[in-house]
């Protein structure tokens, strides 16, 4: 069984930053890409930003230059910083990754973490 489980989300002022964090556990052999997606009220869900096994990365235009996605492989871990955060930017997150186990290559995602920006 595996899970990714996110944290990190919450309210922050226009301008600010906040740090999600989405951790994989269970019997994993090996994990591909990794991403952010997110979900704001009434809008199809969106792509924010991936990463590659080896690190290659891709971000929606919306977020250049402000988000940054990272990984730590020895933790299991993809990272998404988020700075100079825009009201537009408010929704549910949800961070997926391309898992290989004993049984096959899967598509897992989060349960998801809001992110609200608002003063």
């Known amino acids: 069984q595996v899970q990714l489980v996110e944290s990190g989300g919450g309210l922050v002022q226009p301008g600010g930053s906040l740090r999600l964090s989405c951790a994989a556990s269970?019997?994993?052999?090996?994990?591909?890409?990794m991403g952010w997606y997110r979900q704001a009220p009434g809008k199809q869900r969106e792509s924010v930003a991936a990463?590659?096994?080896?690190?290659?990365?891709n971000y929606a235009d919306s977020v250049k230059g402000r988000f940054t996605i990272s990984r730590d492989n020895v933790k299991n871990t993809v990272y998404l910083q988020m700075n100079s955060l825009m009201p537009e930017d408010t929704a549910v997150y949800y961070c997926n990754a391309y898992i290989t186990t004993i049984t096959g290559r899967w598509h897992y995602w989060g349960q998801g973490t809001q992110v609200t920006v608002s003063s």
């Open positions: 269970g019997s994993i052999f090996r994990i591909d890409d």
């Open positions: 990463i590659t096994g080896i690190g290659n990365t």
